[in-house]
T-cell receptor, first 111, second 116 residues
């Protein structure tokens, strides 16, 4: 079956790097996503990666994909208090199949 | 409008009453999702509409929950005989999801439902 798993909490100090991990089960996943949810708001797409890529970098964000292990990670460099939010991993395999979300990782950034 | 809108933004109801939640997706988006998010918890998938295909209702928690979508526009989520455990934020998302394109979802602000 389809499943996406994430750890529930992560706490880091301001200025450190944060690494949020995710595992998924569907080996036919084509797209993998990271969404961010700030308090009281809906989710917003942060970044996505195609399954034929190993890495994608966008400013402070680095996404790493290990397709063999079905493991996705999001690294936030120089984490700021404004990065405190819930981060959701998601996967889809295109062709109109629905996207599957993880339960979200709540990131706490300590000043 | 430019984004996904939902109404009402807040709804307080008494146990046993029926409620209707509305979602207006981004114009032209073929896919529409409903999710439930309980306080402090993650997303719970409820239902998925994609074009003219039969909706994926596999996430609906009970037969008290139903949803409709008119073509590729407005969707309503109906909860009958509400229970206290239905209290949550109900999020709607839409995407332009054609063939093998990405399913980047655009979320509405949610409807916060409180059942007393």
């Amino acid at each position: 079956g389809e499943d996406v798993e994430q750890s529930l909490f992560l706490s880091v100090r301001e200025g450190d790097s944060s690494v949020i991990n995710c595992t998924y089960t569907d080996s036919s996943s084509t797209y993998l996503y990271w969404y961010k949810q700030e308090p009281g708001a809906g989710l917003q797409l942060l970044t996505y990666i195609f399954s034929n890529m190993d890495m994608k970098q966008d400013q402070r964000l680095t996404v790493l994909l290990n397709k063999k292990d079905k493991h996705l990670s999001l690294r936030i460099a120089d984490t700021q208090t404004g990065d405190s939010a819930i981060y959701f991993c998601a996967e889809s395999k295109g062709g109109g199949f629905k996207t599957i979300f993880g339960a979200g990782t709540r990131l706490f950034v300590k000043a | 409008g430019a984004g996904v809108s939902q109404s009402p933004s807040n709804k307080v109801t008494e146990k046993g009453k029926d409620v209707e939640l509305r979602c207006d997706p981004i114009s032209g988006h073929t896919a529409l999702y409903w999710y439930r998010q309980r306080l402090g918890q993650g997303l719970e998938f409820l239902i998925y509409f994609q074009g003219n295909s039969a909706p994926d209702k596999s996430g609906l928690p009970s037969d008290r929950f139903s949803a409709e979508r008119t073509g590729e526009s407005v969707s309503t989520l109906t909860i009958q005989r509400t229970q206290q455990e239905d209290s949550a934020v109900y999020l709607c998302a839409s995407s332009l999801y054609l063939g093998d394109t990405t399913d980047t979802q655009y979320f509405g602000p949610g409807t916060r439902l409180t059942v007393l």
